[in-house]
């Protein structure tokens, strides 16, 4: 989190000028929207920014950790779930219930 300076400054996080290309020099813009503050960098046009969130490897590192937090959600699903067996009904009981049948 950030403070606003007397002079109406502020500091961008690192993390966040990292991930977004922001280095000393760099122009930003302020833009209202609505109740919140839209932060924009400046791009001059014809000039690629290497490390631009758009580019290949950031957005294919992106894609991994997401495919890597998945498969631990659906893992841990798994074992609060378990199998059938755990249930305490099978399938067959399933169906048969409410229509007078025996199980």
């Known amino acids: 989190m950030s403070k606003v300076t007397s002079k109406l400054q ?3 996080p690192k993390a966040v000028a990292e991930a977004h290309g922001i280095k000393p020099g760099s122009e930003i813009q302020f ?3 609505g109740d919140a503050i839209r932060v924009t960098t400046v791009r001059e046009e014809g000039v690629k920014d290497e490390t ?3 580019d290949l ?5 992106l894609f991994d950790e997401a495919t890597e937090r998945q ?3 659906e ?3 798994l074992e609060r779930v378990g199998s059938n067996a755990d249930r ?5 009981q399933l169906y048969q219930r409410g229509d007078g049948r025996s199980a």
């Open 52 to 54: 631009s969130p758009l």
């Open 71 to 73: 498969k631990a959600r």
């Open 88 to 92: 305490g009904w099978t399938r067959e």
């Open 10 to 12: 502020v500091t961008i």
């Open 31 to 33: 833009e209202s929207a």
């Open 75 to 77: 893992a841990a699903q």
């Open 57 to 61: 490897a950031f957005r294919l590192r």
